[in-house]
């Protein structure tokens, strides 16, 4: 069974300091990662995915997200945090071998202090 | 419209009713999904749409929720009967195609208050 687990609910970080949120799966096969972000009264926002070649991949905002295969990780980071990217954080997987369905973390919430 | 659009965006309703939910994704997707998102939860899988047909149902809780896409397009979450426990934001999302590596584009969300 497909399964992923985001270890932290809250991360709290300085403005300017750089930032990392966690993400561990479990998949048979090869994965397809992603990251989600939801903003306050708005929908989820498309990141950043991860579906083969160079296991550090580049999204939008000016977050980056490095693929792991020995630690099943896929932690999320930036190099300089932004007030403006608290936000709760979603990271998702799909197998290779299985439905197109994405299944969810249950969310780290961003909280980046001036 | 440019987004995925639901509507309504909010639904009190009470134990026992019957209630529909809209989902208009952006146009030219084939693929839709549902979600479900309880407090402090991420997103829960329903159901997902590639055009009419529903390729994969085994999110949906039980047979109370059903969902239909009949032209491909519009797609319309129903739930029977409804209970507390159903009480949650339900999520639509589509993506130009199938094969579960798109982006998805999901919409604001519908939240579902049963008293």
């Known amino acids: 069974a497909q399964s992923v687990a985001q270890p932290e609910d809250q991360v709290n970080v300085a403005e300017g300091n750089p930032l990392t949120v966690k993400c561990t799966y479990s998949?048979?096969?090869?994965?397809?990662l992603f990251w989600y972000v939801q903003y306050p009264n708005r929908g989820l926002q498309f990141l950043l995915k991860y579906i083969t070649g160079d296991n550090l991949v580049k999204g939008s905002y000016g977050f980056e997200a490095e693929f792991n295969k020995s630690q099943t990780s896929f932690h999320l980071k930036k190099p300089s945090a932004l007030v403006s990217d608290s936000a709760l954080y979603f990271c998702?997987?799909?197998?290779?071998?299985?439905?197109?369905?994405?299944?969810f973390g249950s969310g780290t919430r961003l909280l980046v202090r001036p | 419209g440019a987004g995925v659009s639901q509507t309504p965006s909010n639904k009190v309703t009470e134990k026992g009713k019957y209630v529909e939910l809209r989902c208009d994704p952006i146009?030219?997707?084939?693929?839709l999904y549902w979600y479900r998102q309880s407090l402090g939860q991420g997103p829960e899988f329903l159901i997902y749409f590639q055009g009419t047909g529903a390729a994969d149902d085994s999110g949906l809780p039980n047979d109370r929720f059903f969902a239909v896409r009949p032209e491909g397009s519009v797609s319309t979450l129903k739930i029977q009967r409804t209970e507390r426990g159903d009480s949650a934001v339900y999520l639509c999302?589509?993506?130009?195609?199938?094969?579960?590596?798109?982006?998805?584009?999901f919409g604001e969300g519908s939240r579902l208050t049963v008293l």
């Open positions: 998702a997987v799909r197998g290779m071998d299985s439905s197109y369905k994405l299944i």
């Open positions: 999302a589509s993506s130009v195609s199938g094969g579960g590596i798109g982006e998805l584009f």
């Open positions: 998949v048979s096969g090869n994965p397809y």
């Open positions: 146009s030219g997707h084939t693929a």
